[in-house]
Nanobody, 131 residues
């Protein structure tokens, strides 16, 4: 059974930084897998934030490009999201996801997976950015 556990969320002021972590258990990362971060703000649909494939190729939502960086420590089965220059509109619950059989490449997967129940999802970590 795969479990994903997010941590690192919190409350920061605009312009601050946070680093989210997602620890995976019951799972061995493979180059065929896709990993990503998604978020959902109150009253809004879940949206893709960043994703990374087995080759290390990454994709980002336009709203976070240049501010957020996704990376993974395959040896430790940990997915990271470094978030800099945070804005109030980044406030949301952040979820990590793992897809063992992604049907798309990283860009398409980031767009499509937010509405999918395929694969595995963590319970989320709250990020609150105040102005």
């Amino acid at each position: 059974q795969v479990h994903l556990v997010e941590s690192g969320g919190g409350s920061v002021q605009a312009g601050g930084s946070l680093r989210l972590s997602c620890a995976a258990s019951g799972y061995t990362y493979s180059r065929h897998h896709m990993l990503g971060w998604f978020r959902q703000a109150p009253g809004k649909e879940r949206e893709g934030v960043a994703a990374i494939d087995g080759t290390g190729r990454s994709a980002y939502a336009a709203s976070v490009k240049g501010r957020f960086t996704i990376s993974k420590d395959s040896g430790e089965n940990i997915l990271l999201l470094q978030m800099n220059s945070l804005k109030p509109e980044d406030t949301a619950m952040y979820y990590c996801a793992a897809d063992l059989s992604p049907p798309q490449e990283v860009d398409g997967w980031l767009r499509e997976h937010s509405s999918s129940n395929r694969g595995y999802w963590g319970q989320g970590t709250q990020v609150t950015v105040s102005s």
